[in-house]
């Protein structure tokens, strides 16, 4: 398995722009989880997915942040318009929930690079 | 509210010498802790979770429920070892049927020769 799949790699747009970040999940993974990373304020989970469903979105930081998952293989981040501020590292993670305890490693992407000019 | 906090932004050691990463929580249920490692260019990744109770690289980490910490120790740093390092604390959420993971803002460790 290659692991956890994001796309693009690095992305620059200008402010105003539509941005869509894209990952693909470990085959077989229940839980999808999208995090940002900035130098200020570390890593941040932004909202997570369980079994394409969205659990727990209150990390979005506004508007004009959404995210979705079609289906298990697929889901993506979007930002609409972007906003300098915007630029971090968005990282995708899935993981599989064993039984009833939440003890599940979570497998990290190797993130998108985001910068709005 | 649930929090982790690492005090230090970045470490600085010699090849050789003890090196502790320290890590606190805020978590009035049965903390469950993690440290995840990101070496350079590559993923964030899972380096050692308490539970396990186990060493990974020569890396340790005791849970003290006490001083609510969960510090990360190894006793000889080795230039392989410079990576960012989260600490991260498992919180049920959902009636306890589902979960997430709060993370630290990270510690950058640089080991130099």
């Known amino acids: 398995d290659a692991g956890v799949i994001q796309s693009p790699r690095h992305e620059v747009t200008e402010m105003g722009q539509e941005v869509t970040l894209r990952c693909k999940p470990i085959?077989?993974?229940?839980?999808l989880f999208w995090y940002r990373q900035t130098m200020m304020r570390g890593l941040e989970l932004l909202i997570y997915?369980?079994?394409?469903?969205?659990?727990?979105d209150s990390g979005m930081p506004e508007d004009r942040f959404s995210a979705k998952m079609p289906n298990a293989s697929f889901s993506t981040l979007k930002i609409q318009p972007s906003e300098p501020r915007d630029s971090a590292v968005y990282f995708c993670?899935?993981?599989?929930?064993?039984?009833?305890?939440?003890?599940?490693?979570?497998?990290f992407g190797p993130g998108t690079r985001l910068t709005v000019l | 509210a649930q929090r982790v906090t690492q005090p230090e932004k970045l470490l600085s050691v010699f090849k050789g010498a003890p090196v502790e990463l320290k890590c606190n929580y805020s978590?009035?249920?049965?903390?469950?802790l993690f440290w995840y490692v990101q070496y350079s260019r590559q993923r964030l990744q899972l380096l050692l979770r308490h539970i396990s109770r186990e060493s990974i690289k020569g890396f340790t980490a005791d849970l003290n429920k006490g001083e609510t910490s969960f510090h990360l120790k190894k006793p000889f740093a080795q230039e392989e070892d410079s990576a960012m390092y989260y600490c991260a604390l498992n919180n049920p959420i959902s009636g306890g049927s589902n979960y997430k993971l709060t993370f630290g803002k990270g510690t950058l460790l640089t080991v130099n020769p």
């Open positions: 085959s077989g993974h229940d839980y």
């Open positions: 978590y009035s249920g049965s903390p469950e």
């Open positions: 997915f369980n079994n394409n469903v969205p659990i727990d």
């Open positions: 993670a899935s993981s599989l929930r064993r039984g009833p305890l939440p003890t599940d490693t979570q497998y």
